[in-house]
């Protein structure tokens, strides 16, 4: 979209249920903040919003290992992210929380627009229910063995060791969280929102409208997805946390938190709107309104898809890209809140910027460090020695290091003021920086409007390397020592600083929109009021005066030492050995016995004798073995988790007794016929086998 009227922009909004680490911070605040201060600086009409998810499963599920209340859970959290999001100087004009009454009025408004024009089904469905807790489970409040690669504690909606998207009904042997017994399945009614209905519409608004400005990583996984085949998507659940859908026979029922969630920009506007006295309505409605989301890769389908067929039927304006990222690393491996492999934004800012006078420099190299290794195109690493050696020779040595050096030979070499510029003696090195000064907006501002932040930052750098070469090739120190003999020397030491003076103000007002307390420090130093950090005024040659007198120079950056570094590596390894430090064995008690059945129950079990002729490991799967039973009257496929007892040579011969009449379920794409019958003592698994040699295909009774 050219010259848009307004712009809203968003960034995901964060679960209420923990601390975020700066991997969030890298692929959905930082990135947007960076837009959102150039717009700002070109005086555009921009709204910037997020704000606390705090509804869905993880809230309550937190809730449960903290042993309070949901309430006090997002209480507690929506402020620490608010704070975190602040002392990083992430600029929102509202960080809202989907908690509030604005917020459930809002989303049930969108619901019961959608539902009296039809465009919503309800239908009956079965769901896993738990008869010990009497309540239906949503997919998190399910576990069982993934499918994929065979983890025992995968949740009924991903397998959080492989990254897999589940559905309950994939799970291998799933049970309930809250009482941990095996649920059943229950009828039950639910509103669904008919994606496959949309996907004419989403064909040509993505894959052709968009296929050319949005980044590949959002246009691939949304043809997969589309191509795939859409299927309805339930937008309620069976909850009592959450905004309650307004209808009278949906008692208990409360819309999904992937409906509800984005509805949350929406009402943060709204809300925005109301504190300054503004109307809403333009920023959803009007087509000459720029919306851009800002996400992670993992968020695309809800923004790209989902989202988007809501916004269309109930009206409002879609989104003109969405630029998502993808997953920053940590030190060699994913981050990870279960096993403590994360850096928090708060320890960050308690180790870094707490300790500073200020801290804004602090928060400045993490939010350069994070834009240096930009995870834009693909998933990038954050490592301690890398945001050390970044650090110094990026933002130190080149950017640091000249606006030092210029203040520094001011002071000395032109009495404290800006010196005139000689326009007689200008020679070639001053022409090529003055066009390096004046040409390279241009460069920054195309690479911005195409989010492309980390190659952005990279000019703003360059120009000061370029700064630096300048003034070694002049030597104004070295020509100063000619002053004696030959005082029109000076004319070619005040042109080099007052060159280099000019390129100081305009890297105050490029890297604003990255560094914003750096451009800060800046200007204050050059006496230079905020204003001058307006975009307009990037190129120019006369943003300070000459004869001006300007403050005394410091250092922008101070030196981050070894010891600090180091410090950190062995928190975060420490951490998670704390993480995954074992348990000490308690003395086992004695399972209790299940539940008495009748005999027909057991004579449903068909048992058969059978001989394993043929064993291999499953493809990426720890734990599981695909194996060839000899049954007598036939052969079967069965993938079985014992990988990690028994070696695929070991076992081919030995006789088995096989549940010959379960249900084929397919485990890492493999279709399963039936189950091994297995034993375990102390941890280990043995095979249930006849004592004796028997004739395959024999009943067990």
């Known amino acids: 979209m050219t010259n848009p009227k307004r712009y809203l922009i968003t960034s995901a909004l964060p679960y209420a249920n923990g601390l975020k680490h700066v991997g969030h911070l890298a692929g959905a605040y930082i990135?947007?903040?960076?837009?959102?201060?150039?717009?700002?600086?070109?005086?555009?009409?921009?709204?910037?919003?997020?704000?606390?998810?705090?509804?869905?499963?993880?809230?309550?599920?937190?809730?449960?290992?903290?042993?309070?209340t949901p309430q006090a859970i997002i209480d507690k959290y929506h402020e620490a992210m608010k704070q975190d999001f602040e002392d990083l100087s992430i600029s929102f004009d509202i960080y809202h929380r989907t908690s509030s009454p604005l917020h459930h009025?809002?989303?049930?408004?969108?619901?019961?627009?959608?539902?009296?024009?039809?465009?919503?089904?309800?239908?009956?469905?079965?769901?896993?229910?738990?008869?010990?807790?009497k309540t239906f489970l949503a997919d998190r409040y399910i576990k069982g063995t993934c499918p994929n690669c065979g983890n025992e504690n995968a949740y009924g909606d991903q397998c959080e060791r492989c990254?897999?998207?589940?559905?309950?009904?994939?799970?291998?042997?799933?049970?309930?969280?809250?009482?941990?017994?095996?649920?059943?399945?229950?009828?039950?009614?639910?509103?669904?929102?008919?994606?496959?209905?949309?996907?004419?519409?989403?064909?040509?608004?993505?894959?052709e409208e968009h296929k050319e400005d949005w980044r590949p990583t959002v246009v691939g996984q949304c043809k997969s997805w589309i191509e795939g085949g859409l299927q309805p998507r339930a937008?309620?659940?069976?909850?009592?946390?959450?905004?309650?859908?307004?209808?009278?026979?949906?008692?208990?029922?409360?819309?999904?938190?992937?409906?509800?969630?984005?509805?949350?920009?929406?009402?943060?506007?709204?809300?925005?709107?109301?504190?300054?006295?503004?109307?809403?309505?333009?920023?959803?409605?009007?087509?000459?309104?720029?919306?851009?989301?800002?996400?992670?890769?993992?968020?695309?389908?809800?923004?790209?898809?989902?989202?988007?067929?809501m916004l269309k039927l109930h009206g409002d304006i879609l989104p003109d890209n969405v630029p998502a990222n993808e997953f920053l690393n940590l030190e060699g491996d994913k981050m990870s809140t279960s096993r403590n492999w994360k850096l928090e934004m708060r320890d960050y800012i308690n180790d870094f910027v707490k300790k500073e006078n200020g801290g804004g420099a602090m928060v400045d190299a993490l939010r350069f460090y994070l834009t240096h290794i930009a995870p834009e195109t693909k998933d990038s690493e954050f490592t301690w020695k890398g945001f050390q050696t970044a650090y110094k020779s990026e933002l130190m040595d080149k950017f640091g290091n000249f606006e030092n050096r210029t203040l520094v030979l001011m002071h000395k070499?032109?009495?404290?003021?800006?010196?005139?510029?000689?326009?007689?003696?200008?020679?070639?090195?001053?022409?090529?920086?003055i066009t390096d000064i004046t040409t390279c907006k241009d460069t920054i501002t195309k690479l911005l409007e195409e989010y492309k932040f980390r190659d952005a930052l990279a000019e703003v750098i360059d120009l000061a390397k370029k700064g630096n070469q300048y003034m070694q090739k002049k030597e104004p120190w070295i020509v100063a020592k000619q002053l004696e003999t030959n005082p029109e020397v000076q004319k070619q030491i005040d042109n080099c600083l007052h060159l280099c003076l000019q390129l100081t103000g305009n890297l105050a007002i490029l890297i604003n929109p990255f560094l914003p307390n750096i451009a800060k420090a800046i200007i204050h130093k050059l006496k230079l009021v905020d204003r001058v950090l307006e975009w307009k005024n990037a190129g120019s040659m006369k943003l300070l005066s000459v004869g001006y007198s300007l403050r005394e120079p410091q250092l922008l950056f101070r030196k981050l030492e070894d010891a600090e570094i180091n410090e950190q590596i062995e928190k975060l390894k420490a951490g998670l050995i704390k993480a995954v430090e074992p348990v000490k064995e308690q003395p086992k008690?004695?399972?209790?016995?299940?539940?008495?059945?009748?005999?027909?129950?057991?004579?449903?079990?068909?048992l058969k004798v059978g001989t394993i002729t043929a064993a291999e490991k499953v493809p990426k799967a720890d734990k599981l073995l695909k194996l060839e039973v000899d049954l007598g009257f036939e052969k079967r496929t069965i993938v079985s988790g014992i990988a990690l007892h028994f070696e695929p040579s070991a076992?081919?011969?030995?006789?088995?007794?096989?549940?010959?009449?379960?249900?084929?379920?397919?485990?890492?794409?493999?279709e399963s016929n039936?189950?091994?019958?297995?034993?375990?003592?102390?941890?280990?698994?043995?095979?249930?086998?006849?004592?004796?040699?028997?004739?395959?295909?024999?009943?067990v009774s």
């Not at 049930?108 to 738990?130: A, C, I, M, P």
């Not at 102390?682 to 004796?692: A, I, M, Q, R, W």
């Open 163 to 207: 990254g897999k998207s589940l559905s309950p009904d994939e799970l291998i042997n799933p049970v309930s969280t809250l009482s941990g017994s095996a649920p059943i399945k229950k009828k039950t009614t639910h509103w669904y929102l008919p994606l496959g209905q949309h996907e004419d519409f989403l064909k040509k608004w993505i894959l």
């Open 589 to 606: 008690e004695e399972a209790a016995p299940k539940a008495e059945i009748q005999y027909d129950d057991f004579a449903k079990i068909d």
């Open 31 to 68: 990135p947007a903040d960076i837009y959102v201060r150039y717009l700002r600086a070109q005086q555009r009409d921009v709204v910037f919003v997020c704000g606390s998810d705090e509804h869905g499963t993880a809230i309550p599920i937190q809730a449960m290992k903290e042993g309070t």
């Open 674 to 699: 039936g189950m091994i019958l297995m034993a375990e003592e102390n941890g280990k698994l043995k095979f249930v086998n006849p004592d004796e040699t028997t004739a395959n295909g024999s009943g």
């Open 105 to 133: 009025e809002t989303a049930r408004e969108f619901f019961t627009n959608l539902n009296d024009r039809g465009e919503l089904e309800k239908k009956e469905s079965e769901q896993y229910f738990d008869e010990q807790a």
């Open 413 to 433: 070499l032109c009495g404290g003021k800006v010196p005139v510029f000689h326009n007689e003696l200008i020679d070639d090195d001053d022409k090529q920086l």
């Open 235 to 309: 937008v309620t659940r069976d909850l009592d946390w959450g905004v309650k859908v307004p209808l009278a026979d949906a008692e208990g029922k409360v819309l999904y938190v992937w409906f509800d969630a984005p509805i949350g920009y929406i009402s943060a506007t709204k809300q925005w709107a109301i504190d300054n006295n503004k109307d809403w309505k333009p920023y959803w409605q009007d087509k000459d309104t720029k919306l851009v989301h800002f996400i992670g890769k993992d968020n695309i389908v809800f923004h790209c898809i989902i989202f988007p067929v």
């Open 651 to 670: 076992i081919v011969g030995k006789q088995v007794v096989v549940v010959a009449n379960l249900a084929p379920r397919k485990m890492r794409g493999i």
